[in-house]
């Protein structure tokens, strides 16, 4: 089973030899250039815990495209730790280390949380270092570890078959500094550290880890899978801006596929919002991109943020309703409110998760993920695409509002049931898309286009929670249902309904005047198109 623990580190480089020294390595390997640390603020010692050999494989595909993504992967040997490791990046010098056991193959939960960014691609080893690590503890008065403070002596050894023209050294050696933070340490004390660090003359590491350092210095590396879209010019024309938009959608539907499958909090909503922001885009810049090529890839992201809605919409719910039920005094809740509703939750939970699992293994997922990547990497523009900024985006923007008020104001003339809710989720859609294209617009259209999406937020902000309110009466019902079955009162389900068919008649009072907020009659000129 894989453990995950949170690594708050900085790197620190020593020089290849002490400067005006004579040829060679280090000596004591580097421990002499060490300060003395206890003059740091709160640390009362420096404990010394001897040497350890770590030997570490790092695994890759030949286009490197886990590194491309500041992932590491590795099989270690040696150490307390030893087993598998892989690294997500969380902020700087932050990352989620991911162990499993030692093994000879890549274990199964460590393969799932690259899958997105593999797929089938064939992972194999890219660099073996062989590091000796003398480690020493850094402790205050009462004996407490604050902080653990490695010196490095690493040898670097490329792997990778093919990389580069064969020019170049294929191996490389340097000693560094590693200074990690304890469990529940205060970062401040790093700062204390890296200053007592910088006094001495130790600079902080160029690389941000030891694979980038040793890609960098051993044999030329071969094209990165990301090279193409780091070297991208500056976003000049229309296509440049919704290609740009597009390709931070797919980057954020790969990413967020690994935290989905760590459970982290909000990623299936944020997956299915990417997954959304694409499919939107390809409808609203038809004129930059090609329908037909698109059309295909619009469709399989309808069916992916169709497949996460289970989960998520289980999860809004379940929050919903635990945050109505909580509201309410004790005399209220009658019968085993708590209890079934969690009862209620967690064979949803367990269920939507399941089913969000098996659509992320699936071969139409993975196919899915192919077909854009090979769409962004030869988009099919149009003639639109080549047109300004200014004046071609605003155009698509004006359409997606004006279908917008035109479902908004066909709701208004409802009466209030089951025709005008339909009505308003429609409306609610159209407004997401209004959004959404003026996201992708900011960049080229700067303030105009946030303040629009801004209004266009308001809107939808009213409209999600009147559908919340319908999606949330449909599964109340059936709580009450469940409890009168079982012999239970369903007096409590009855009144969150009736609180909820008030709630939903609030936001469709509320909303004529946030849309008549929202309205502006020359939109296009306040976006800055003609």
Known sequence: MADTKREIERKYELPVRPAGGDEGPLPDGGRALLPDLTKVRAVSAVTARGVTELDAVYHDTSDLRLTADSLTLRRRTGGADEGWHLKFPVGDGVRDEIQAPLSDTLPDELAALVRS??????????????TSRATSLLVDKAGRTLAEVALDTVHAERLLAGAGSGAGARTADWTEIEVELAEDGDPALLDAVEKVLRKAGVRPASAASKLARALAETAPATTSHKAAKTSERAPVTAGDHVLAYLREQADAIVSYDAAVRRDLPDSVHQLRVATRRMRSAFRTYKKVLDRDASRPIGAELQWLAGELGVDRDHEVLAERLTERVGAHD?????????????????????DARAGTLAVLDSARYLRLLDSMEALLA???LLDGAGRKPAKALPRAIVKDYERLAGRVEHALTLAPGEE??????????????????????????????????????????VLGDHQDSVVARDALRDLAIKAH??????????????????????????????????????????????
């Open 117 to 130: 960014r593999v797929r089938g691609t064939r992972l194999t080893p890219v660099v073996r270092l062989r």
């Open 330 to 350: 004790t005399t209220l809740l009658l019968g085993p409110v708590h209890a079934r509703l969690r009862i209620w939750d967690a064979e949803g939970r367990t």
């Open 378 to 380: 030869d988009p099919p």
């Open 420 to 461: 005008r809710d339909l009505a308003l989720h429609d409306a609610r859609k159209a407004a997401k898309r209004a959004r959404y294209a003026a996201d992708a617009a900011v960049p080229a259209l700067g303030k105009p286009a946030k303040r629009f999406s801004k209004r266009m937020k308001a809107v939808q902000s």
């Open 485 to 530: 079955a079982a012999g239970e009162s369903a007096f409590t389900w009855g009144l969150l309904y009736g609180e909820e068919e008030a709630r939903a008649a609030d936001r469709e009072r509320e909303l004529p005047c946030v849309w008549r907020k929202s309205a502006d009659p020359k939109l296009r000129t306040a976006l800055g198109g003609l």
